[in-house]
């Protein structure tokens, strides 16, 4: 297994103006996250954090007009993999929080409705009762008060926080080796975001993931 875990060479991100022109989005970022490494992305709002991490995922919009001279992860070329490999790769191993989890969470969906969907697509064949207890204590790890009845809840029946802390517990189960955090507390208040960040650097350490923040504002405290 190579050492470098996710590599970004020369990524380029434009898109076009309403004239044709096409004005820079990011602008040759090159980038090296290694195993268990914690790298944080630093820069003002606009300056291309969240392009940079939606390459990595093949998430870029459909107009951006985009090249790179390599990414890689796990030293697989996902420029050459083709778009099923990547979806599967990125579903399993590359997991990213978004700022707000109103975007990341299915509305219609309960919370264990959707952990269930995650627990699934690990693969081992389980029990109903069993995927209830790992969802269960997977809101307890990052310590949810009542965790059978935000089990039971939909995304709107969440605070922000607990919202947040739902999708890290859902992130970190489905056992990504890169977690990419893009600004997973902007929405929330500063005490909140603390609490936030030090579940978030529980749940690395606990399970040994490498993880990409990005932040706008400060220098990210990992
Ligand atoms: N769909 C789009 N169409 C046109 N321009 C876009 C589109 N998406 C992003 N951009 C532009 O790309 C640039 C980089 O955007 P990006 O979202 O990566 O910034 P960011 O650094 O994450 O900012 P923030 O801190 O506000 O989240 C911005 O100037 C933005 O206006
Ligand atoms: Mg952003």
Known sequence: MPDALAEIDGLEVAFAGHDGALTPAV???????????RLGIVGESGSGKSMTGRAL????PPEAKWSAQALRFEGQ???AMRPKER???CGT??????????????PVMTV???????????????????IRERIVAALEAVHIRDPERVADAYPHE???????????AMMVSAGPRLLIADE???????LVSMQVLSVLDEMIERHGTARASFSSATICRS
Do not use: H, W
């Open 87 to 89: 979806r599967r790769l």
């Open 184 to 190: 997973p507390t902007s929405a929330l208040d500063v």
């Open 77 to 79: 070329d996902l420029l």
């Open 93 to 106: 191993c590359i997991s990213m929080i978004l700022q707000d989890p109103k975007y990341s969470l299915n």
């Open 112 to 130: 264990a409705q959707q952990m269930r969907e995650t627990f699934a697509r690990q693969g081992a064949k389980q029990s109903r009762r069993e």
């Open 57 to 60: 995922l093949g998430l870029l």
């Open 158 to 168: 969440l605070s922000g926080g607990m919202g947040q802390r739902v999708m890290i």
């Open 27 to 37: 602008r040759g970022v090159s980038l090296t996250v290694r195993r268990g490494e």
